[in-house]
């Protein structure tokens, strides 16, 4: 599938400008997917004097934020070419620049905002989801169940180990055959019994290639929809990318049974499923025991799940069929709304709001004393006088485009204005 992800920053930028009323600069990762910060990219061209002078907003919005990794690059010149500057600032005169991303509760935040970064939350998996799955809305599942439980089961390193375990736990409470699911056996090369597990507790003690067959897909498949899984089963239990963690951050996984009319449960951060009905839609806690997403210990919360399974598996066929006909009430209802324009306006209008209250606190506090700083020591430098009087190098700064940047830096020192 290509997924044009360009076409929402251009998007975004657009909102931004009209929102400030002046130009700004858009940086995002490309290709998408990358963290490298040698792959974080300006959206449009500009020149060396613009680049510092105009806003900066970085968008770290499709992953969940690790203040700790980048701050790694910061002295690293064998990583990036910008080494020594904070974090993922690529170089601005202002003192604060703006961190668009997409979780909640969360410390990496923290950290950034404590680190003169100034947060604008909005939902981007919510956006890409109304379009990658843009042609459920047309579509009407035939179902012909086969099985209860959807269970999508790839990629389990770094913070998806607990996929492992819920595996294991699948195996415990005898609810393998209830389940349409695989498991990967190996991830980026590494069998998961060599792997190095950062929590201990989430290795599996059966075998699991004794119960599950092998699941070989990529990535990428998270994004697309087999119409033949939803047919054959009832229920999808969602594995969602954080779980062991405070963050409340969801990804497609959450919509993609949303946008298929698909009842399901939700293996991800306490609160998860509040976060969702804050955006309008149902969950299913009249039917089926929803206290695990109450939960804060992970382990605790991962057993709780799948022993709200094993209940819904242990239903009469007469509970069962009438049960799943109530789901698939709230399902239908959840479909509808994810289409009707009004959940991407309560996203949009989110993201206009928390713009505004960006670009407000960013006026308040357009500080560049470290930049001038920084500068005034440099210009003691004759190697730096030199290249500021004799630059050919056009992707460096020329004396002009140097004088008109100072000034504009020194019209903010200490906030004068």
């Known amino acids: 599938m290509s997924i044009p992800l360009s076409r929402l920053y251009h998007y975004i930028e657009n909102i931004a400008e009209e929102i400030y009323?002046?130009?700004?600069?858009?940086?995002?990762?490309?290709?998408?997917?990358?963290?490298?910060?040698?792959?974080?990219?300006?959206?449009?061209?500009?020149?060396?004097?613009?680049?510092?002078?105009?806003?900066?907003?970085?968008?770290?919005?499709?992953?969940?934020?690790?203040?700790?990794?980048?701050?790694?690059?910061?002295?690293?010149?064998?990583?990036?070419?910008?080494?020594?500057?904070?974090?993922?600032?690529?170089?601005?005169?202002?003192?604060?620049?703006?961190?668009?991303?997409?979780?909640?509760?969360?410390?990496?935040?923290?950290?950034?905002?404590?680190?003169?970064?100034?947060?604008?939350?909005?939902?981007?998996?919510?956006?890409?989801?109304?379009?990658?799955?843009?042609?459920?809305?047309?579509?009407?599942?035939?179902?012909?169940?086969?099985?209860?439980?959807?269970?999508?089961?790839?990629?389990?390193?770094?913070?998806?180990?607990?996929?492992?375990?819920?595996?294991?736990?699948?195996?415990?409470?005898?609810?393998?055959?209830?389940?349409?699911?695989?498991?990967?056996?190996?991830?980026?090369?590494?069998?998961?019994?060599?792997?190095?597990?950062?929590?201990?507790?989430?290795?599996?003690?059966?075998?699991?290639?004794?119960?599950?067959?092998?699941?070989?897909?990529?990535?990428?498949?998270?994004?697309?929809?087999?119409?033949?899984?939803?047919?054959?089963?009832?229920?999808?239990?969602?594995?969602?990318?954080?779980?062991?963690?405070?963050?409340?951050?969801?990804?497609?996984?959450?919509?993609?049974?949303?946008?298929?009319g698909q009842p399901f449960m939700l293996a991800a951060t306490h609160g998860s499923l509040e976060y969702l009905r804050s955006y309008g839609f149902k969950t299913f806690g009249d039917i089926i025991d929803e206290t695990y997403d109450t939960i804060v210990d992970p382990k605790e919360r991962l057993v709780a799940l799948i022993k709200s399974m094993k209940e819904i598996s242990a239903w009469s066929p007469e509970q069962y069929c009438h049960n799943v006909a109530e789901l698939k009430k709230i399902a239908d209802y959840n479909k509808q709304h994810f289409f009707s324009g009004q959940f991407f306006q309560q996203v949009i209008t989110e993201l206009k709001q928390n713009l505004s209250c960006a670009f407000a606190e960013f006026e308040s506090t357009k500080s560049t004393q470290n930049w001038v700083k920084r500068w005034n020591k440099k210009l003691q430098d004759p190697d730096i006088i030199e290249m500021l009087e004799h630059n050919q190098d056009l992707k460096q700064p020329t004396k002009t485009q140097f004088e008109l940047v100072y000034q504009t830096a020194m019209k903010y020192y200490n906030h004068l204005i």
């Open 21 to 260: 009323g002046n130009p700004v600069i858009i940086y995002h990762f490309y290709p998408h997917g990358s963290k490298k910060l040698e792959e974080l990219w300006p959206l449009r061209p500009a020149v060396w004097a613009e680049s510092l002078c105009l806003p900066n907003i970085y968008c770290h919005d499709q992953e969940p934020l690790d203040f700790d990794y980048y701050e790694s690059y910061k002295d690293d010149y064998k990583k990036c070419s910008y080494a020594g500057t904070a974090n993922l600032r690529k170089g601005n005169i202002y003192d604060c620049v703006m961190l668009l991303h997409s979780e909640k509760r969360s410390a990496n935040l923290v950290a950034y905002q404590q680190n003169q970064y100034i947060s604008i939350y909005y939902w981007n998996h919510a956006i890409l989801s109304l379009d990658w799955f843009r042609y459920a809305q047309h579509i009407s599942v035939d179902k012909k169940p086969v099985k209860q439980f959807l269970i999508y089961n790839r990629a389990w390193s770094g913070t998806r180990e607990y996929r492992l375990k819920f595996a294991d736990l699948l195996i415990e409470y005898q609810l393998v055959d209830h389940c349409q699911t695989s498991v990967g056996f190996s991830d980026q090369g590494t069998h998961y019994n060599d792997y190095a597990y950062a929590n201990t507790n989430w290795k599996p003690t059966h075998s699991l290639e004794q119960y599950f067959s092998n699941n070989i897909t990529t990535s990428n498949a998270s994004a697309e929809i087999e119409l033949d899984d939803y047919a054959n089963t009832d229920i999808e239990i969602v594995l969602e990318t954080l779980f062991e963690d405070d963050r409340l951050h969801l990804t497609e996984k959450s919509l993609r049974p949303i946008a298929c």
